[in-house]
């Protein structure tokens, strides 16, 4: 009986193995579940980490959830080169606008996102788990996309925290994921926010995933 379980415990991977060197759509699939189950496990222990650590919600946590995103890009051979992050190097609050191109975007954020910096996202990623769990309790701020007016709310209020517990505020102008390594029109928001603030806007760009990333042509490789 133990062999025969031996043996099914050797032969599993190698098909698994075999299928995604055959397959560029099982390689795709199966690459992102573990990219989807990665983020699921991490989370829940990072949650536990934060608790205990920290007590709650706060952006203090963001360090704890950089940490352990940082070791994902190993487990996908993904490598990021950052150029001019001392333009982070600003007294106070401050607006950092950046484009949105996958999931994968959240592994180039732990890369360079700098203490004391909050993200604003949808709403409905509150709901998603254990994520949702974590990016709570890093301190992201929801907006409903849904209803402008709930949104302009939440960003006036987004307004006078910046300045109170001078923290910078991190925003994807286009609103949504955009994979064609192009740009989506910018929704207002942020500039808004910034003016607002009386804050200075820091650009941030992810260069093209494309070449090794792209879910329309089942493409999930190192990069």
């Known amino acids: 009986m133990e062999l025969g379980w031996l043996l099914w415990g050797a032969a599993v991977p190698l098909l698994l193995h075999v299928l995604m060197e055959l ?8 690459r992102i579940g573990f990219y989807c ?3 699921v496990v991490c989370s829940a222990l990072t949650a536990l980490v934060c608790l205990l650590v920290n007590g709650g919600r706060t952006v203090k946590n963001m360090r704890i959830i ?11 051979g993904l490598r990021f080169e950052v150029k001019g992050l001392e333009n982070f190097e600003v007294e106070g609050p401050a607006i950092i606008v950046s484009n949105h191109q996958s999931i994968l975007d959240m592994m180039g954020l732990m890369e360079v996102l700098p203490d004391d910096c909050v993200q604003v996202g949808k709403k409905e990623l509150m709901y998603a788990g254990t ?6 309790l890093g301190g992201v701020i929801f907006i409903n996309r849904k ?23 991190w925003v ?15 929704k207002k928001g942020a500039f808004h926010l910034a003016v607002q603030a009386q804050v200075p806007v820091i650009p941030v760009v992810y260069s093209s995933f494309t070449t090794f990333y792209n879910p329309k042509k089942n493409l999930f490789t190192s990069g």
């Open 131 to 136: 994520v949702g769990l974590i990016i709570y």
């Open 172 to 186: 994807y102008p286009e609103g949504t994921r955009n994979c064609t390594g192009d740009l989506l029109p910018f």
């Open 37 to 39: 189950l990665l983020c």
């Open 66 to 76: 950089k940490t352990v995103v940082k070791t994902f890009k190993y487990f996908f």
């Open 23 to 30: 397959s560029p759509a099982v390689n795709f699939v199966l």
């Open 147 to 169: 209803s402008t007016t709930s949104a302009k709310m939440v960003m006036a209020e987004v307004a006078k925290t910046m300045a109170t517990d001078n923290v910078k505020v």
